[in-house]
């Protein structure tokens, strides 16, 4: 059973709009999440990542909220731009020993 | 600038062909790891190591197989390659910061099994 979800394979928006993009967690004990980009023929890239302790992180146009009794983080982009468009993984680790558990990823495709 | 490399980039074998796939680091991080990745599915941890210390997933098939020679090298084999194995397979490493540990990924190997 999967414990970090990405229901949305993928994403179309238009430059200059906001990007919203979801993941949802079962594990409660998780306590540090991340979030990765991924373009073709390349490894995925750390993005932003956010720890259990905060709501909100942000790092110029990307911010990840966290909302702990939901089990749901989401990545914002602000504005989006074209050269945004990738594979998202969310992922998610418990502890200092936890393996990092990873989402299926979403899509996002950036339209000019 | 400080990496992740893996070579090659694209490895093509035959079924039940011996390979090895390597990964080298410049970030002189103490933790690395193999992934597998099927295409449209989440990265999924085959192993890591912990300096030497060597961490197997319970679920990977003792078809895979590691070894750590130094800090910089990690080497995935895979003995007998079936067509299911057939992926991309991605090297990472990590400081090991404890809870707030980030995982810097490699450019992955695609490996084809003919």
């Known amino acids: 059973d999967q414990q970090v979800k990405q229901n949305s394979p993928s994403l179309s928006v238009q430059e200059g709009r906001i990007s919203i993009l979801n993941c949802d967690y079962t594990?409660?004990?998780?306590?540090?999440f991340l979030w990765y980009k991924k373009y073709p023929a390349e490894g995925p890239t750390f993005l932003i990542s956010?720890?259990?302790?905060?709501d909100k992180n942000e790092d110029g146009r990307f911010t990840v909220f966290l909302n702990k009794s939901a089990k749901h983080l989401s990545l914002h982009i602000v504005p989006s731009q074209p050269g945004d468009s990738a594979v998202y993984f969310c992922?998610?680790?418990?502890?200092?020993?936890?393996?990092?558990?990873f989402g299926k990823g979403t899509k996002l495709s950036v339209k000019p | 600038d400080a990496m992740v490399i893996q070579n090659p980039r694209y490895q093509v074998t035959q079924f039940g062909k011996p390979v090895t796939l390597s990964c080298s680091q410049t970030?002189?991080?103490?933790?690395m790891y193999w992934y597998q990745q099927k295409s449209s599915q989440a990265p999924k941890l085959l192993f890591h190591?912990?300096?030497?210390?060597?961490?197997n997933e319970a679920d990977t098939p003792d078809n895979f197989q590691s070894r750590r020679p130094n800090t910089s090298f990690c080497f995935l084999d895979i003995r007998s390659p079936g067509l299911g194995d057939a992926a991309m397979y991605l090297c990472?490493?990590?400081?090991?910061?404890?809870?707030?540990?980030?995982?810097?990924f490699g450019p992955g190997t695609r490996l084809t099994v003919l």
């Open positions: 956010i720890s259990s302790i905060k």
């Open positions: 992922a998610a680790k418990q502890g200092s020993q936890g393996n990092l558990i």
């Open positions: 594990n409660s004990m998780f306590d540090y």
């Open positions: 990472a490493t990590s400081k090991n910061q404890g809870n707030v540990d980030t995982q810097y």
């Open positions: 190591y912990y300096d030497k210390d060597f961490n």
């Open positions: 970030l002189n991080h103490n933790v």
